[in-house]
């Protein structure tokens, strides 16, 4: 498809068990960003990718919280020993490199995640 | 702290009226800002963006408008339609790289 996908779009996993999620961007677009959104909140930004460059984690939570991203192309979000208060949903977007020049992010339709 | 928020957490408006949504924020060296729009179960969606050399910008049906003096930021939609009801989020850029910094969201009603 053209846009960011995101996959699963639903995943309900048990307190300590741990998770992955899973960004396609679109094609080309050399920016990767993760970001979470607790229910009625903003968006909490966790994570950016910018081609080789070393990403920025400054918003992950706690070390808990690690991404990846291969190839330059698709990024995985994994959440160990998950916990109750990490319950939310985890959006992606990509984005051409720069965003001053068009490189608006567009964003995925969002992980839901509910840790029981 | 650098911060972004919004004045009314919701607003109601009629159908065929023009809606306004303001945003305050505090980083007065931010130099680039963004309105997304996101509807219920699906990802924010970008409106409209302005840069800070900028007091004014307009899409269709959008208008946004800047006031750096006062660090306040606006949505101006004209003629509002039921299909414009959802949660509008404004965004900040500051300093080099594209990472955003958003406000908490204003859900907005339209009513029949």
């Known amino acids: 498809g053209a846009g960011v996908s995101q996959s699963p779009s639903n995943k309900v996993t048990e307190k300590g068990k741990d998770v992955e999620l899973r960004c396609d961007p679109i094609?080309?677009?050399?920016?990767l960003y993760w970001y979470r959104q607790s229910l009625g909140q903003g968006l909490e930004f966790l994570i950016y990718f910018q081609g080789n460059s070393a990403p920025d984690k400054s918003g992950l939570p706690s070390d808990r919280f690690s991404a990846e991203r291969t190839g330059g192309s698709v990024s995985t979000l994994t959440i160990q020993r998950t916990q109750q208060e990490d319950s939310a949903v985890y959006l992606c977007?990509?984005?051409?490199?720069?965003?001053?020049?068009?490189?608006?992010?567009?964003f995925g339709p969002g992980t839901r995640l509910t840790v029981t | 702290g650098e911060s972004v928020g919004l004045h009314l957490p919701t607003l109601s408006v009629q159908e065929g009226d023009n809606s306004i949504i303001n945003c305050a924020y505090s980083?007065?060296?931010?130099?680039?800002f963004i309105w997304y729009k996101q509807e219920s179960g699906k990802g924010p969606q970008f409106i409209i963006d302005?840069?800070?050399?900028?007091d004014k910008r307009q899409g269709q049906r959008v208008t946004v408008l800047l006031n750096k003096t006062v660090k306040h930021l606006s949505l101006q939609i004209a003629a509002t339609q039921p299909g414009d009801s959802a949660v509008y989020f404004c965004a900040e850029k500051t300093g080099g790289g594209n990472k955003l910094t958003f406000g908490t969201g204003t859900q907005l009603k339209v009513e029949l």
């Open positions: 980083n007065s060296a931010s130099d680039y």
């Open positions: 977007a990509s984005s051409l490199p720069d965003v001053l020049a068009g490189g608006e992010q567009y």
């Open positions: 094609s080309g677009h050399t920016a």
């Open positions: 302005i840069r800070s050399n900028m």
